[in-house]
């Protein structure tokens, strides 16, 4: 005898059986019975094909979960071995990533990071500054760069911060990423130099003679009012 396994009215399998019996032994109760067998195998199967597929996806996504583990783990050591200050806010302003350089720069375990926003760290004008330039980038939907001054105990540092909002895959931005640099050394020179270049100015102001001053190429580079008053 030989029956069909029917899935959703789609014959799937064949059900094969014979026996040594006389001829007539297939009586119609024995037929009954030996398609609910068939009717069985047909669920068993699809079980079966069910508990394949899930396997495989189950697979997939343990595969998936481990390329994602590394690569997270992957983008942490590149951005911990930077000197910058690299950081990731949602777009309510709690961190969902730091670096190294973060965490050594607020004397913070990196576990002690995320879900903080900055009123958690900073004293709260800082936290509200920092805050506002995260919102700049989000509006502004591009980078932009800005200076940001930092409080510290340590004494006030200046950053030069690269601030950028992430987009998911329908461009809707969900988080601003920053980028900082430390520029308290540069700032501190260039303020120097501010400060030499007017107090020679002044000490030649200060002076009757009239002086000029003129680089190896002969451009005039300074002078002082009683030089202008000569009337060449």
């Not at 720069?105 to 936290?127: C, Q, Y």
Request: aromatic share 6%.
């Amino acid at each position: 005898m030989c029956l069909p396994i029917l899935r959703q009215v789609e014959v799937t399998a064949l059900l094969y059986l014979e026996n040594e019996l006389a001829s007539g032994a297939l009586t119609h109760d024995r037929a009954t019975a030996l398609e609910l067998i068939a009717a069985q195998a047909a669920i068993a199967l699809a079980n079966a094909e069910l508990f394949e597929k899930l396997e495989r996806e189950n697979a997939d996504r343990r595969r998936a979960e481990v390329f994602l583990k590394e690569s997270r783990e992957l983008l942490q050591q590149i951005i911990d071995n930077t000197s910058a200050v690299i950081f990731v806010k949602d777009v309510e302003g709690r961190y969902m990533l730091a670096n190294r350089s973060f965490d050594d720069l607020f004397h913070l375990a990196r576990e002690g990071v995320v879900g903080k926003t900055d009123r958690d760290l900073l004293m709260p004008e800082a936290a509200e500054r920092f805050r506002a330039n995260d919102l700049l980038a989000l509006e502004a939907n591009r980078p932009i760069e800005i200076e940001e001054l930092l409080d510290l105990p340590e004494g006030a540092r200046t950053y030069l911060a690269i601030k950028f909002p992430l987009h998911d895959a329908d461009g809707r931005p969900y988080a601003v990423c920053g980028i900082a640099t430390d520029i308290t050394a540069r700032k501190r020179s260039e303020d120097e130099l501010r400060s030499s270049v007017s107090l020679l100015q002044a000490t030649l102001e200060s002076t009757g003679d009239a002086i000029l001053v003129v680089d190896e190429d002969g451009r005039i580079v300074r002078f002082n009012r009683p030089f202008l008053e000569i009337g060449w």
